[in-house]
């Protein structure tokens, strides 16, 4: 049971360039999120996705896209990379995303780069 | 979600009960209180989760007063590997699904 992956661990881009951050998990759960955090910094929310084909804008979502085609993938796309978007970047899910329901499973993280 | 408030930062030595308080004024009748450890390069995880009194588990222990206003992590006899960053999360089980995490608690356990 590999949980929730991410890919790549590392990337460094040049301001302006375009990419894909993966996430996947093979746990059936229906909720699905992405969060940036800074150095120094507690979590902020960047898109959420509470089922295949539904996705909400969380607290950060500007410069980012989001899609859920299927329960186990929900890519984070950068459209315009931007110094202001490095970061590490860690997805979660969860069964139903309540937080008073079930426990939210984290990624490794990426890490991110913008130059 | 209910604001929460914690303390920013909390040194401790080995060996030592470390109690981490988070404040939530404003906690609704079917909200949980749910505790997350961070350590450093790795995402948070799920430690312990409470509605009311006293929960245990292997981990820790959380303490959630009568008027539940507020609520405290209790590490027994805390380590080294201890060190992490120590996030409270108040919300329900009917909708909210903005998660927000805040900037947590940074614990330092020292030698």
């Known amino acids: 049971n590999a949980g929730v992956t991410q890919t790549p661990k590392f990337q460094v881009l040049k301001t302006g360039q375009s990419m894909t951050l993966q996430c996947a998990q093979d746990?059936?759960?229906?909720?699905m999120s992405w969060y940036r955090q800074d150095p120094g910094m507690g979590l902020r929310l960047i898109h959420y996705?509470?089922?295949?084909?539904?996705?909400d804008q969380g607290e950060v979502p500007n410069g980012y896209n989001v899609s859920r085609s299927t329960t186990e993938d929900f890519p984070l796309r950068l459209l315009s990379a931007a110094p202001s978007q490095t970061s590490v970047y860690f997805c979660?899910?969860?069964?139903?995303?309540?937080?008073?329901?079930?426990?939210?499973?984290f990624g490794s993280g990426t890490r991110l780069t913008v130059v | 979600l209910a604001k929460t408030t914690q303390p920013i930062s909390m040194d401790s030595y080995e060996g030592q009960e470390v109690n981490i308080t988070c404040s939530h004024n404003?906690?609704?009748?079917?909200?949980?209180i749910t505790w997350y450890q961070q350590f450093p390069s790795q995402g948070p995880r799920f430690i312990i989760q409470?509605?009311?009194t006293k929960v245990t588990n292997e981990v820790a222990s959380l303490f959630i007063p009568a008027d539940r206003k507020s609520s405290t992590l209790s590490l027994p006899r805390v380590s080294l590997s201890d060190t992490a960053v120590y996030y409270c999360?108040?919300?329900?089980?009917?909708?909210?699904?903005?998660?927000?995490f805040g900037a947590g608690t940074r614990l330092f356990v020292k030698a």
């Open positions: 979660a899910s969860s069964l139903s995303g309540e937080v008073g329901v079930n426990g939210y499973t």
């Open positions: 746990m059936n759960h229906e909720y």
């Open positions: 996705s509470v089922g295949a084909g539904i996705t």
């Open positions: 404003n906690i609704a009748t079917n909200d949980y």
């Open positions: 409470g509605y009311k």
């Open positions: 999360l108040v919300g329900g089980n009917t909708g909210g699904f903005k998660t927000i």
